[in-house]
């Protein structure tokens, strides 16, 4: 009989419940794996938050995470990833993993040549986001649709789906073919999205990538 693998603790952060929906699909598609999500609900919403006020909230959760077990951790925020994540790889023992906006890849895939991208503010603000237009996109006309609202109706279980509907159909009637979810928490709405703009656009978001990257760094800890 094969000795059985010892489980792997794996820490995933996020402001709320888009580290839910990660964490959710981790458990389901990795083996030996332990996980240990922490949400700083108290201070949600992320997305209306300056880099410094990030590092402020984040630094001290992450540093308990580490002493509690965790031998790596899924930032699953694209707004602490885009805005701190190389601070926080300064500071922080374990491997991080982040999750950013998917740029490069609806880039490559666009028909039309034009992309809409779903992301908080700051997000959106941010310079990592900035060079991933400038470096991958620059010939690409990028939408941002207004989703300030979003994370905190899906926090609150108020989303107002009309709305949604409307901003995803203005951004595929302005030409756009890929729907990029740039917020851990429009996870919760991507079924939604993608019946909105069937036969209209794709619509994207780094789970998957990231499940491979983190199967890779559990195999190295192994
Ligand atoms: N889920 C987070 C993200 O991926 C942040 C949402 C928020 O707190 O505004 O950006």
């Known amino acids: 009989m094969k000795p059985k693998k010892k489980n792997i603790q794996v820490g995933v952060f996020d402001s709320g419940v888009g580290g839910l929906s990660v964490a959710n699909y981790l458990e389901e598609h990795l083996e030996n794996i332990q996980i240990q999500l922490v949400q700083d609900t108290q201070n949600i919403p992320y997305g209306n938050k300056s880099p410094d006020l990030l590092i402020e909230l984040v630094t001290p959760l992450l540093h308990r995470m580490v002493e509690d077990g965790c031998e790596v951790i899924v930032i699953a925020c694209n707004t602490v990833t ?122 994207l978001q780094p789970v998957l990538p990231v499940a491979k990257q983190l199967k890779r760094i559990m195999a190295g800890l192994d």
């Open 82 to 203: 885009t805005n701190i994540i190389s601070h926080l790889r300064k500071v922080i023992s374990v491997p991080l993993i982040g999750m950013e906006p998917m740029v490069k890849t609806a880039a490559e895939q666009t028909k039309n040549n034009c992309i809409a991208v779903c992301a908080t503010p700051a997000t959106l603000d941010s310079d990592r986001y900035k060079w991933l237009k400038e470096k991958f996109a620059s010939k690409v006309d990028i939408l941002e649709p207004d989703c300030s609202r979003w994370s905190s109706m899906i926090e609150a279980n108020q989303v107002e789906h009309q709305l949604i509907k409307k901003q995803m159909k203005d951004a595929c009637q302005k030409g756009a073919d890929v729907i990029v979810l740039g917020c851990t928490h429009y996870h919760w709405i991507e079924e939604e999205i993608q019946k909105t703009v069937a036969g209209k656009a794709t619509v």
